[in-house]
């Protein structure tokens, strides 16, 4: 080919080239990619295989079909028999590895419970629930036990405690009832009619059990000590809604606890862990079941129903209530001198007795001192009220009181105290050096503008006189010459002249309850800073408005029982009425001679029409039982003990509330805790499982049977703290793709 044949053939390759260029520019569109993967990771090999007998491998490798990832493996992945050397898991790549660093135990199913912790790489869709099983003896057992652990207090759902099993020996002299069996029902709801068909189906026996047992063998119970001394030997775990599985169980009879294992020994070792415990003997079972499955054709109408045989396991309905036991171990925890007039003492547990003090380097005469104890003398504060004593930098004080001893039985014990204050003397001096000072500062500001103010007035009335001067000048017809001021020293910031009273002493600081808006069913609290040591009932003036005038109206104040300072007045309210109460200067005085400023308060009563009433009708419930009103966070508003079956809230504000129960046993009028050791379960609590609102003037009567749910749907979701973990789904990116393209398809 001659050179110039060669330059017309590149020059046409160019041109060919440049066309296809235009062409392509001119069709210009978006480019979308490709379809989103959402297909979720498929296992296409594990090591060793799943299900297998007689293994007893180190690692595990799960393969997947796609990259993948664990989400949440430390909350989410269980391991049972539980594992004292915490396994290794790692996900990378197509596998995930799991390798075993405890001694597997012989004849046991391994199950390696995953949950939805594997997703895919890219995408992020879910695998599912899956558990990767296998058995160092010759069978795998399936069985599976499913249940709740709720807190005890509240039913609050509690996640990521652990659940465990032992089984007990065949030889165990324990009695099993068991308790009635019947066919299981499944329902499903007809949209277009709204009626509920219910199909009963015979049931196949998978495993030849069917009966879940009760403990009635109370001596049986009385003498274990298992938990305390042999680890789970089966465990799950709860999620977010509170809810466990425990799998790869064996036919045969076990008792169920749950516990917050702080020192992953599994087993229960600290009083400061929360645990469950039931005398309930589970003993699990299985069914082959029919369940009804609908094929939809939209969100109103199906197309299909059909039956679903599935494998249906049992007990499903255990409900733990975990609590934490109240500390019984009592020591000194800490003491403290915060100020240089008082001390604290703090115990880890209550008592009967309060300690016994004896001075060391002062006397401390009982007359020298006010105490301020909680109701189980769990926390003490000693008010010293004589000055030379409380004056000292340092108390030395020898302690006489009951601690718990290596045994476990209370002694007597005797410490030595060396309180030093927090607050010294130095520091005080400065404070009061301080405090001097900005009184002197405030003092001399309030002068200056008191001055200001007065020089301001004669300025006012100089030019007022002024005015009228020249106003009658003018009326006379005469000139008016304004008068000549006289110049004015300027009047230094602080005269020489000033003298500086004493800094008043400082009142006694008081509390006083709300009295805008009261109740006719309140009374009014009044609190100090300090112990108080008179009331003067002289000083305290009560009144009624009637009509316009404020006439004497009855009272009592007093001290509330078990406080140093804290009084109340007590009065026979009458719905829409206003009252008075004043207080004279000194009307209270505290231990160290302080006093109460004059003080007003206007108290106003509210209307009856401004309440609501409810009236709660119980029915199958405990005579100790006592009825908690509660708000929308969960607090108590008010709390009555149930009397005949019923219980009458009177003079309630109007909003929304719900109800809570429980029985109080030993009738000290509040919930109480449970104790492992004394086999004693926290006192029993129930949710009314539905809001009621309550409207002014509204008389709400309401029926509740306490039993008529399982405890873990009572509840009401608006006030349980504790959600459902969110279940990651498929996204159907694709089919908002898909539609898209045919939105653009049209468009062209």
């Not at 160019?14 to 993967?37: E, F, H, K, M």
């Not at 005038?549 to 719905?575: K, M, S």
């Amino acid at each position: 080919m001659s050179s110039k044949a060669k330059h017309i053939f590149l020059l046409f390759i160019c041109l060919a080239a440049l066309t296809q260029l235009v062409i392509s520019c001119a069709n210009i569109g978006t480019p979308d990619g490709g379809l989103y993967d959402e297909d979720p990771p498929k296992i296409v090999h594990t090591t060793p295989e799943y299900g297998s007998t007689s293994a007893s491998p180190k690692k595990i490798t799960l393969t997947f079909d796609e990259n993948i990832k664990l989400e949440g493996a430390a909350e989410k992945i269980v391991v049972s028999p539980p594992q004292f050397e915490m396994p290794e898991i790692e996900g990378n790549g197509k596998k995930v590895t799991v390798t075993l660093l405890d001694t597997l135990k012989p004849n046991f199913t391994y199950t390696i419970d995953f949950g939805s912790s594997i997703v895919d790489n890219n995408e992020g869709n879910p695998m599912g629930e899956y558990a990767f099983t296998f058995s160092t003896g010759e069978h795998i057992d399936t069985l599976q036990v499913s249940g709740y652990v709720l807190e005890a207090s509240n039913l609050e759902p509690i996640k990521g405690i652990l659940v465990g099993l032992y089984r007990l020996e065949e030889n165990d002299t324990t009695q099993v009832v068991p308790n009635d069996s019947t066919p299981s029902a499944t329902s499903f709801t007809d949209k277009d009619s709204v009626t509920t068909i219910s199909v009963v189906d015979s049931t196949v026996n998978v495993v030849d059990s069917t009966t879940t047992a009760n403990l009635t063998d109370s001596a049986a119970i009385a003498n274990d000590t298992t938990f305390r001394t042999k680890p789970l030997e089966r465990i799950g775990r709860t999620d977010g809604s509170g809810h466990f599985i425990i799998k790869g169980v064996a036919p045969g009879s076990y008792r169920i606890f749950a516990l917050a294992d702080q020192d992953q020994t599994y087993t229960y070792t600290q009083p400061s862990e929360k645990l469950a415990f039931t005398d309930r003997i589970v003993r699990p079972y299985a069914r082959l079941e029919t369940r009804i499955d609908t094929i939809w054709h939209d969100s109103i109408h199906y197309d299909s129903i059909y039956p679903v045989k599935y494998t249906h396991f049992y007990p499903d309905d255990i409900v733990l209530t975990a609590f934490t036991a109240e500390n019984t171990t009592r020591h000194l925890l800490k003491s403290e001198r915060p100020e240089l007039h008082k001390f604290s003492l703090y115990f880890t547990a209550p008592s009967d007795t309060l300690p016994l003090l004896t001075p060391l380097n002062f006397q401390l005469p009982d007359s020298a001192y006010v105490v301020e104890a909680t109701e189980k003398n769990d926390t003490l504060t000693y008010w010293i009220t004589d000055s030379l004593i409380y004056n000292l930098d340092t108390l030395d004080i020898q302690i006489d009181y009951y601690a718990t001893d290596t045994l476990g039985q209370l002694s007597l014990r005797t410490d030595t105290l060396n309180l030093a204050s927090k607050l010294t003397k130095e520091k005080m001096a400065k404070l009061q050096a301080q405090a001097q000072e900005d009184w002197e500062k405030e003092y001399r500001k309030k002068v200056k503008e008191e001055r200001k103010a007065k020089q301001a007035e004669a300025e006012e009335a100089e030019r007022q006189a002024e005015e009228k001067e020249r106003e009658a000048a003018e009326a006379e017809g005469r000139k008016y010459e304004k008068k000549k001021k006289e110049k004015k020293k300027k009047s230094k910031e602080v005269e020489e002249d000033l003298v500086i009273p004493p800094m008043p002493v400082p009142f006694l600081e008081m509390k006083v309850s709300n009295t805008t808006s009261l109740a006719p069913d309140k009374n009014i609290d009044i609190s100090f800073e300090e112990p108080i040591a008179h009331l003067d009932t002289s000083k305290v003036h009560f009144t009624m408005k009637v009509d316009t005038l404020f006439v004497p109206a009855p009272y009592i104040i007093t001290e509330i029982e078990g406080t140093v300072n804290q009084y109340r007045l007590y009065a026979e309210w009458e719905p829409d009425s206003t009252y008075r109460l004043e207080l004279d200067s000194a009307a209270f005085v505290s231990v160290y001679g302080k006093v109460t400023e004059a003080n007003k308060r206007t108290v106003k009563v509210r209307s009856l029409d401004a309440f609501s009433t409810l009236f709660v009708t119980l029915q199958n419930a405990d005579t100790s039982a006592v009825v908690q009103l509660l708000n929308s966070q969960d607090k108590v508003v008010n709390s009555l003990p149930v009397t005949n079956g019923k219980a009458d809230f009177y003079f309630i504000n109007p909003q929304t509330y719900y109800l809570r129960l429980f029985y109080d046993h030993n009738g000290n009028g509040v919930w109480d805790t449970g104790d492992y050791d004394q086999r004693l379960q926290p006192e029993e609590v129930y949710y009314y499982p539905h809001e009621l609102l309550l409207r002014a003037q509204w008389e709400v009567n309401q029926t509740w049977n306490p039993t008529a749910q399982p405890l873990s749907r009572q509840k009401p979701e608006k006030i349980t703290k504790q959600k459902p973990d969110k279940q990651k789904q498929i996204q159907n990116r694709n089919a908002q793709k898909l539609a898209e393209r045919a939105r653009r398809k049209q468009k062209q």
